[in-house]
């Protein structure tokens, strides 16, 4: 059906499509494993949100995925220096790279960190072109030093959505991290610990199913009116 018979005016019928499933289950599976980025958010010697990064890579491996953890040691301030120094360009090769990610911080004065927060303002929305996070998983996590809280958690969805990441529904959040991590730097045996396997396994399930699909569920009937030549030379006019 036409979109004059939907009475839609508006609509420019050759950029409106209608998803169809068979487009959508079209793309032949990728047999490499899933490639997950796992950023954390402090830089103290003994970090618990990077020991907690370091069991969930544990998992993940063990379940066929493929793992880089980007130390953040050596990351400028956004817009300090140029997005060529080494350490940026790390971080964002490491996020090309990706299909999924695991972005976990301590919550310090109710917010995540300034840690966590520079190494996703270093990912722009957009590289020559490309969007790096646009259509990749990503799993949240936090790391509290009292009692349980969500904070950090919550504002890393709204990150993840305006990065355009697909953040799947599970999270996990450790209270009084200091008592959950033994001699050796490992996680005890505790629910806490367990939800962080079921973290995981979502994370590994919700990239295999849309990895290989992120581009058509990514294309935009926005995007295909109107030309990033011609988003640029509106959103930059100097007065309306």
């Known amino acids: 059906m036409s979109t004059r018979d939907q009475d839609l005016p508006n609509v420019d ?46 998992l993940l491996e063990a379940m066929g995925a493929e793992t880089r953890v980007f130390n953040p040691r050596g990351l400028p301030l956004a817009d300090a220096e140029d997005a060529s120094h080494p350490k940026v360009q ?4 490491l996020a090309q790279w990706s299909e999924g990610m695991v972005w976990c911080s301590p919550e310090r004065h109710g917010a995540m960190t300034g840690i966590m927060k520079t190494q996703i303002d270093w990912i722009p929305l957009s590289i020559g072109g490309m ?23 919550n504002q890393l969805r709204v990150l993840g959505r305006w990065m355009r990441m697909v953040t799947i529904p599970n999270q996990s959040s450790v209270p009084k991290a200091f008592m959950e991590f033994d001699e050796n730097d490992r996680m005890k045996p505790s ?50």
């Open 131 to 153: 969007r790096p996070t646009q259509g990749k998983t990503l799993a949240v996590m936090q790391v509290c030093g009292g009692s349980q809280s969500f904070n950090a958690v």
């Open 90 to 93: 790390e971080l964002r090769d």
């Open 13 to 58: 019928p050759e950029s409106f499509n209608t998803p169809i499933a068979d487009q959508l289950f079209s793309a032949k599976p990728s047999s490499h494993p899933p490639r997950i980025l796992l950023l954390y958010g402090s830089l103290r010697e003994r970090s618990f949100s990077r020991l907690a990064v370091e069991e969930a890579a544990r």
């Open 191 to 240: 629910p806490y610990y367990n939800r962080i396997v079921d973290v995981m396994e979502e994370l590994v399930k919700f990239t295999l199913l849309i990895r290989d699909r992120s581009d058509y569920l990514t294309d935009r009937y926005s995007e295909r009116v109107e030309s990033a030549e011609e988003v640029s030379k509106r959103v930059n006019q100097r007065s309306m």
